[in-house]
């Protein structure tokens, strides 16, 4: 691409070094192809004409050619306005401004007629407009109507006169300059096959649409090339994995047939085996596994991750396990341990909490080969951590790890980079799947163990506390526990949320005298959460008041309900998880939402979608459209949602149809060098080596 779309946007006529400093430091805006890249995020529909008599309060911004008749100042001082009576053939409107009073006085002119562009209110049962845009009606220019392009603004930038339609002057001049440098980025294969807008005028309609067909076609041939470059690049890196990234083979298998015939106490569901078949075929494979597995809370992931680590110990190599807290580490630990005693295989456990003897003991087994397992926190990332063979590393809930420390632990092994398995209950979106995790291949376990009951939940009003409450008595009557979980902002209590906390806790406490409530929080020690998580585990407590921190947390089968206090402040995904606590025996399991009464729509669609379905995927799938990509799970780490004009919630249909194109090219011609994708080529060529988005002009 030329180095055109680089020259600085100080260049530009009526352009200035202060101006320019603003817009970079306001907006990011440096360059030409930074401005014609600053697509409009909605656009004022200019191509109607309403009559007077028609104007009311509900209307957005509307247009009207009426005839001034009378203009007037009233008050005075800083009172004072200026009042005018404009004219259709259906009615009158009066127009109104406070600001710049002298100057329309002069301007406005009787007996003109004007286009009026303005917000119509009603005011005394009359419409009135106020501050409108007026554009003079002549024979010579009669007032053409178009789609008027709205850009996000800052009052820092409206001082320098950079609003809406400052910055829209600015992109109209650009985009007169780079018509001639607009090349096409896409094989004319695809343009037929897609029916794709050509690129220069694509850029052209999506800034000043001359009709909405126009501006649609536009904006899906925008959305395509960018999608197409995102996947593109995400299929180009797993098949440079797949083709240049050797793996350890792992093809024997005599500890888990044994394991299956005789130790496992229970079934796998034919999800899991599904599952396990793949990752078997990858080790098989020779290349380097890398794998998202995805699956509900309680849909058995971890003894998949066990499975995998005991392929791994068959076939002579080193397997670890990284959860993102102390408390699952912990319950892992326990959990596979007995498992492991009965196979002969030593398993062992390090966290921040391990103390120093026990630490070295590790470090030597872990040298020596002794040791096959070791599950962790962080702690896993020291360099003193040293395996004699490392040959698969498992994340487990794996968005709470950046990706430098993922590499971290792929550097364990500098002989062979060890194999993949990452895990997460938190149910991705298929588009967000595709986009964030595009290199990786992906598993997902769709169905709980058998004898599990799906959760009932049900959403209650603060004013049926007490109904709540004993509701509550009477599970605990039964043997059964419950939590009560309250708001958390970021990752340590605010004020507000800690007294929210407290004053829960003592009126939990209040109400249920006769039995032990436990509380964990984020200003408590690792050692106090672990001491009440294990007193709620060892059922010495009955009820857990808790922030958040047990979102990820202990497993506690014997746990029925969930109340979830003030449910209005979580996010979807959130409050599933949170749910997933509970509902892990064969005991029906409860879930209590409570809130106020004053509820926004997307609160109320949110607690309604969790009445509705146990469904992880449904939920977030609707989590997505109401949240968007960036608030997810701490999306933005990956790099890959730099997205200009597409949107993850509302353009899965437009990301199967690139991700497929870019997958058919790539398996016909994976260099790119067949003259047909010859365009495709130049493109990445182009672009720097640290370019993010591909679909970037420059």
């Known amino acids: 691409m030329s180095s055109f779309f680089n020259t600085k946007i100080a260049l530009l006529r009526g352009m200035d070094t202060r101006r320019a400093d603003v817009l970079a430091k306001e907006l990011n805006l440096f360059t030409y192809g930074d401005l014609v890249q600053f697509y409009p995020f909605r656009y004022l529909d200019r191509t109607q004409f309403y009559n007077v008599v028609d104007l009311h309060d509900d209307l957005p911004m509307v247009q009207v050619k009426a005839t001034v008749r009378t203009k007037e100042l009233l008050g005075e001082g800083r009172k004072q306005r200026l009042v005018a009576q404009a004219q259709d053939e259906s009615g009158h409107v009066e127009l109104v401004w406070f600001k710049g009073v002298k100057w329309f006085e002069k301007w406005v002119k009787n007996h003109q007629e004007y286009i009026i562009f303005g917000k119509p209110t009603l005011f005394n049962g009359k419409p009135q407009i106020a501050h409108p845009e007026l554009e003079e009606v002549s024979e010579q220019k009669p007032g053409t109507s178009f789609l008027q392009p709205v850009y996000s603004s800052t009052d820092k930038l409206r001082n320098f006169n950079l609003d809406s339609k400052g910055i829209a002057r600015l992109t109209a001049q650009v985009l007169k300059l780079c018509a001639p440098h607009f090349h096409e980025t896409l094989s004319p294969e695809l343009i037929q096959r897609y029916a794709l807008m050509p690129k220069a005028e694509a850029m052209q309609q999506i800034h000043f649409p001359q009709s909405t067909d126009l501006l649609q076609a536009a904006r899906f041939r925008l959305k395509f090339e960018e999608l197409f470059y995102v996947q593109l690049k995400l299929l180009r890196q797993r098949t440079v994995r797949k083709v240049e990234l050797a793996g350890q083979i792992f093809d024997k298998v005599p500890t888990l047939t044994h394991f299956y015939k005789n130790v496992l106490p229970f079934d796998l569901?034919?999800?899991?085996?599904?599952?396990?078949?793949?990752?078997?075929?990858?080790?098989?494979?020779?290349?380097?596994?890398?794998?998202?597995?995805?699956?509900?809370?309680?849909?058995?992931?971890?003894?998949?991750?066990f499975i995998a680590m005991l392929i791994a110990a068959d076939n002579g190599a080193q397997s670890c396990l990284m959860a993102p807290t102390e408390i699952l580490a912990d319950q892992h630990y326990e959990g596979l341990k007995k498992f492991a005693d009965m196979l002969g295989l030593k398993?062992?456990?390090?966290?921040?909490?391990?103390?120093?003897?026990?630490?070295?003991?590790?470090?030597?087994?872990?040298?020596?080969?002794?040791?096959?397992?070791?599950?962790?926190?962080?702690?896993?990332?020291?360099?003193?951590?040293?395996?004699?063979?490392?040959?698969?590393?498992?994340?487990?809930?794996?968005?709470r790890f950046g990706v430098a420390q993922r590499s971290k632990l792929w550097q364990k092994n500098p002989n062979v980079i060890p194999h993949v398995l990452v895990m997460t209950a938190t149910p991705i979106p298929r588009t967000l799947a595709m986009t964030l995790y595009g290199d990786l291949d992906v598993s997902v376990i769709d169905e709980l163990p058998a004898g599990r009951k799906p959760i009932v939940t049900v959403h209650r009003f603060d004013a049926n506390r007490l109904k709540v409450f004993e509701f509550m008595r009477q599970e605990i009557r039964k043997g059964r526990q419950c939590y009560v979980v309250y708001p958390l902002i970021e990752e340590s209590e605010a004020m507000a949320d800690y007294k929210d906390l407290m004053d829960g806790f003592e009126s939990v406490s209040r109400a249920f005298p006769e039995y032990h409530v436990s509380i964990v929080h984020g200003r408590m020690t690792g050692g106090e959460k672990d001491a009440e998580m294990q007193r709620f585990v060892k059922n010495e407590s009955q009820i857990m008041v808790a922030t958040t921190v047990i979102e990820v947390g202990v497993n506690v089968p014997n746990a029925s309900v969930m109340v979830i206090e003030s449910s209005e402040r979580f996010g979807l995904s959130q409050l599933h998880q949170l749910r997933g606590r509970v509902g892990r025996g064969a005991d029906q399991s409860y879930c209590i939402l409570m809130s106020g009464y004053k509820l926004s729509k997307d609160t109320r669609t949110r607690l309604e979608t969790m009445v509705r379905t146990n469904n992880g995927f449904e939920i977030a799938d609707i989590d997505l459209k109401l949240r968007g990509p960036g608030d997810l799970m701490g999306t933005q780490q990956s790099g890959v949602l730099d997205l200009l004009v597409a949107d993850l919630a509302k353009d899965g249909k437009i990301l199967a149809e690139s991700r497929a194109a870019a997958q058919e090219i790539l398996n016909e011609d994976p260099d790119l060098s067949k003259p047909e994708n010859q365009n495709i080529r130049r493109h990445i060529e182009s672009l720097p080596a640290s370019a993010v988005n591909w679909s970037r002009i420059s």
């Open 269 to 305: 569901t034919m999800a899991q085996k599904r599952v396990i078949h793949e990752i078997y075929k990858d080790f098989c494979a020779g290349k380097q596994m890398n794998r998202l597995l995805q699956g509900d809370v309680g849909s058995g992931k971890t003894i998949v991750a």
């Open 347 to 399: 398993i062992g456990l390090l966290t921040g909490s391990t103390r120093t003897a026990a630490r070295r003991v590790l470090h030597e087994q872990l040298r020596s080969g002794e040791l096959h397992m070791l599950v962790g926190t962080h702690a896993l990332l020291e360099d003193v951590v040293q395996f004699k063979n490392l040959g698969l590393t498992i994340m487990d809930e794996q968005h």
